[in-house]
Nanobody
Framework: QVQLVESGGGLVQAGGSLRLSCAAS????????MGWYRQAPGKQREFVARITSGGSTNYADSVKGRFTISRDNAKNTVYLQMNSLNAEDTAVYYC?????????????WGQGTQVTVSS
């Protein structure tokens, strides 16, 4: 089992920045691939970014160049640095992991953290 707890969401003006954090427990964090998804009102949940246990990253086209995913294995935490935010980034952001070191369909999810970007 893996437990994930997100934090760092909030209200920010367009053009601003936020950093989301996700603390993991229950498995050896450094062995886990980690990712971020988001769900906007009335829309399906969508992939945002992921990082493997080896540090390889991948991003959705909509956030490439603006968002950065990183991990601190000593703190069992994955981060999502979000810059140049716009109204389309407003969503509930979820941390997720497949429970393995390589990426796959997430089997574990956090409770989500709300990000609201005001224009």
């Amino acid at each position: 089992q893996v437990q994930l707890v997100e934090s760092g969401g909030g209200l920010v003006q367009a053009g601003g920045s936020l950093r989301l954090s996700c603390a993991a427990s229950g498995k050896i964090f450094r062995t886990l691939a980690m990712g971020w998804y988001r769900q906007a009102p009335g829309k399906q949940r969508e992939f945002v970014a992921r990082i493997t246990s080896g540090g390889s990253t991948n991003y959705a086209d909509s956030v490439k160049g603006r968002f950065t995913i990183s991990r601190d294995n000593a703190k069992n935490t994955v981060y999502l640095q979000m810059n140049s935010l716009n109204a389309e980034d407003t969503a509930v952001y979820y941390c997720a992991t497949p429970g393995t070191g390589y990426w796959g369909p997430p089997g574990y999810w956090g409770q989500g953290t709300q990000v609201t970007v005001s224009s």
